[in-house]
C-alpha cells in the first residue's frame, strides 16, 4: 500500500467540493491555503477533493495574484491600473503604432509615463507593469486593435499604408474569378479560374496580374496539382521580379503569402533567399492582414468582370450555390454564318473568352490601374514606384527558370530522365555516367515540358542554360513494345558504346570531363536529332524468323534415320516389282533352258508384249 500523506481539517475538504466550479480560483486559492496551514499535504488534499495536485497549484497561484483567470477581469493582470490600460488600448489601436511589435508598444507605454526598462530593473517609483505583463494585456484586446493572441515574430503583422514605403513589401494572393472562361472550345465546356496578384502595399501598384489554369470549382482532391499549381504561382513572381507591368526589374524588402503548400514552395524561398529578400506570412484567417491585395480584388471584381460575358456575380462561396450564366452549365453554341465559325456565348448572347482573352485584359486593366495618380502620393502609382523600387540585375530567362519547381533525380548511365510519362534525354548527362559519376541532379519542367538540368548548387549544368536544357523524348507517341520504342532502346545501347569509347579514349590521354563534353557533346547531339528523324535507322537485328508453312529443320541424326527409312522402303518395293514381273512373264519362257543367271535376270527384267506401252 501506498504511504499516505499528512491531513488536516476536514471542513476544507467538503468548502473546495462545495465551491469547485462554481466561485473564482482566487477563492478556491485561498481555501486551500488555509487547508494546508491545517496539516493537509498538498498531493493528499488534491485527491480528497477529486482534483489533481497541479489544479491545486494554480488555485494557490490565483490567490497570490499570478494567473487571475476571473471572468470578470479574464486575460488582465493584476496590477494594471486603469490609466496604464487606456494608454495600452490607445496605442494598439493607432494605426501609426498598431503595426508595431508588442515590446515596441511596451517601450512607448514607459516612455510616456517617463520611465525606461533600465528604470525597472531599479527600485522604479513609475508604477508600470512589465513587458510581459503588458504584452498578455494586448493578447486580450479585440481584432480591430491588430493583434489578436498572435505568436510573436512568425506572422505578418498588418501596418497602416501611410508609414509603408514604396516598393518595400509585395503581397501575393489568389482568389476565385467572377467570370467563366471556355476551357474547350471543341465541347463548349467552361469553367471558372483562379486570379493571381501581386501589388506593392506602399503604392498600390499592380506588379503582375494572371489567371491561374486551375479549376476553382473541382474538388480540391480532384484538382490541385502542388507541382503545376506552384508553378502558375511562381509565375507571378517572375512577372513581378521581371517587371512585365511596371517596366523596371526590383525586388522588395518582405513579401507577405499565405501559409498554404502552394506558396511555400521551395525554389519560391530559395529565391528569397538568394536575393536577400524576407519572407512572411500572413496570419490564417485573416483579412486585414494582406487587406490591400483583398481591396484591389474587389476592385478587379466590380471594375472589370463584372462588365466580361460570361459574369456570374460574386457571391458564390460554392459552386453549387453559385448562379450559373445557363441552365445546363454550359455555353451556347453558334455558328458565324459569313465564315462558318464556330463559338459560344452566355445567356446574353455575348462571346466567352478563353484564358488567353481574359489574361490579355487583365493586363491592359492593371496598366490603367497603374497610371491613375495615388491619392497618397499625389502623382501616378507606377511613377512613384518606378523612382524608389530597389532594383536587381538577375536574367530573367534563368530567373524565370529557377523559379520552377525542382525534382531531383540520379543520372542514368544512358542520360535518360523519367518524370511521369515523359521523358527526356541530355549528352552530357551521358558523359557524367560514362565517367562514373552519377550525381544527383535538379530536374525543373516547364508546363510546356521543356526541361533544364541543375547541379544541387543550383547551377546550370555545362555552365549555361543551352547546354543544360535536355530534349524532350515523345515517348508519349509510341507504344509500349512498340517498333519504335524497340529503337529507342537500340539507340541508348548504341549511345552508352560510343560515350565508353570516348571515356576510354579520355583516359588515356588524361582529357578532364568538361574538355570531353566540349568536343564530343555536337556529335552525340547528331545522333539523337538523326533518331528524332528516323528512329528505324537504329533497328536492333532480330534473326529471321521461320514462315508459318515451313517446317522446321531436322539435326542431322534424325535426317540420317529419314534416309535408312526411306531406303529400306525401296528395297522393298523394287523386290514386290520384280516379283510381279516375273509371275507375269513365267508362261512365255515355260521349258526353256539358260545358259547363264544374267541371261535369265534380263529376261525376266524386260518388259511383257502384252504388257500395255
Known amino acids: ?82 490609466s496604464h490600460a487606456a494608454v495600452l488600448r490607445q496605442l494598439a489601436s493607432n494605426p501609426a503604432t498598431a503595426h508595431l511589435p508588442a515590446k515596441v508598444i511596451w517601450e512607448l507605454y514607459l516612455k510616456h509615463f517617463e520611465c525606461s526598462p533600465e528604470c525597472q530593473a531599479n527600485s522604479c517609483p513609475h508604477e508600470t507593469v512589465s513587458y ?82 486551375r479549376d476553382a470549382d473541382e474538388p480540391t482532391g480532384k484538382s490541385f496539382n502542388p507541382y503545376y499549381d506552384a508553378v502558375a504561382f511562381n509565375a507571378i513572381v517572375a512577372d513581378s521580379l521581371c517587371g512585365t507591368l511596371t517596366g523596371v526589374k526590383a525586388k522588395p524588402k518582405a513579401v507577405v503569402i499565405d501559409w498554404g503548400k502552394v506558396e511555400n514552395n521551395k ?27 483583398e481591396g484591389f480584388f474587389s476592385f478587379v471584381h466590380s471594375q472589370l468582370e463584372a462588365y466580361l460575358p460570361g459574369y456570374v456575380g460574386s457571391n458564390n462561396q460554392r459552386p453549387e450555390t453559385r448562379p450559373m450564366t445557363t441552365e445546363s452549365g454550359k455555353a451556347h453554341r453558334k ?34 490601374w ?43 548511365t544512358d542520360g535518360e530522365v523519367v518524370w511521369r510519362e515523359h521523358r527526356w534525354w541530355n549528352p552530357i548527362a551521358c558523359i557524367y555516367a560514362g565517367f562514373g559519376d552519377y550525381r544527383h541532379l535538379k530536374v525543373r519542367i516547364a508546363p510546356d515540358h521543356r526541361c533544364w538540368l541543375f547541379t544541387m548548387d543550383d547551377e546550370p549544368v555545362g555552365g549555361s542554360l543551352k547546354q543544360a536544357e535536355a530534349a524532350e523524348v515523345p515517348i508519349w507517341r509510341w507504344s509500349e513494345g512498340s517498333v519504335v520504342m524497340e529503337c529507342w532502346t537500340e539507340f541508348k545501347r548504341a549511345i552508352r558504346r560510343r560515350v565508353n569509347q570516348i571515356v576510354d579514349e579520355s583516359l588515356k ?20 536529332n538523326r533518331f528524332l528523324a528516323n528512329p528505324r535507322s537504329f533497328m536492333p537485328y532480330k534473326q529471321p524468323q521461320p514462315l508459318e508453312d515451313e517446317t522446321p529443320r531436322m539435326s542431322l541424326e534424325e535426317e540420317l534415320e529419314l534416309l535408312h527409312e526411306i531406303g529400306n522402303y525401296l528395297e522393298q518395293e523394287t523386290r514386290a516389282q520384280r516379283e510381279k514381273v516375273w509371275q507375269r512373264n513365267q508362261p512365255r519362257f515355260e521349258g526353256w533352258i539358260w545358259e547363264n543367271e544374267e541371261e535369265e535376270e534380263a529376261i525376266n527384267d524386260a518388259p511383257s508384249s502384252n504388257s500395255a506401252v
Open 267 to 293: 525554389a519560391f524561398i530559395e529565391t528569397c533567399k538568394r536575393l536577400r529578400i524576407s519572407l512572411q506570412r500572413a496570419r490564417p484567417y485573416d483579412p486585414g492582414s494582406k487587406a490591400e491585395v
Open 509 to 528: 590521354i588524361g582529357r578532364s570531363v568538361d574538355d570531353t563534353i566540349e568536343i564530343y557533346k555536337n556529335e552525340l547531339i547528331d545522333e539523337f
Open 132 to 213: 510581459y505583463t503588458a504584452w498578455r494585456f494586448l493578447q486580450t484586446l479585440p481584432v480591430a486593435y491588430g493583434e489578436q493572441k498572435s505568436k510573436r515574430g512568425k506572422r505578418f503583422r498588418s501596418s497602416h499604408a501611410a508609414i509603408v514605403p514604396p516598393s518595400a513589401i509585395w503581397l501575393f494572393d489568389r482568389s476565385k474569378s467572377d467570370v467563366l472562361l471556355i476551357a474547350n472550345e471543341m465541347t463548349g465546356e467552361v469553367k471558372r479560374f483562379e486570379i493571381a496578384a501581386a501589388i506593392d502595399r506602399g503604392t498600390m501598384t499592380c506588379l503582375a496580374l494572371s489567371a491561374v489554369e
Open 335 to 368: 455558328i458565324d454564318p459569313t465564315t462558318g465559325e464556330i463559338y459560344w456565348v452566355d445567356d446574353s448572347e455575348r462571346r466567352l473568352l478563353t484564358v488567353v482573352q481574359f489574361n490579355e485584359l487583365l493586363h491592359e486593366w492593371a496598366r490603367k
Open 370 to 412: 497603374n497610371a491613375q495618380v495615388s491619392p497618397k502620393w499625389q502623382q501616378p502609382r507606377l511613377k512613384v514606384f518606378q523612382d524608389n523600387a530597389t532594383k536587381h540585375y538577375e536574367v530573367e530567362e534563368l530567373l524565370r527558370i529557377q523559379l520552377l519547381p525542382a525534382i531531383v533525380r540520379k543520372i542514368r
Open 1 to 82: 500500500m501506498g504511504r499516505r500523506g499528512r491531513t488536516g481539517d476536514s471542513k476544507y475538504v467538503a468548502i473546495l467540493q462545495t465551491l469547485r466550479g462554481s466561485v473564482v480560483t482566487a477563492e478556491l486559492g485561498k481555501i486551500a491555503k488555509e487547508a494546508l496551514l491545517s496539516g493537509w499535504d498538498l498531493k493528499t488534499l488534491a485527491r480528497a477533493v477529486g482534483v489533481n495536485h497541479v489544479t491545486v497549484m494554480k488555485w494557490l497561484k490565483a490567490a497570490e495574484g499570478v494567473g487571475n483567470n476571473s471572468s470578470s477581469k479574464r486575460g488582465r493582470p493584476s496590477g494594471l491600473d486603469e
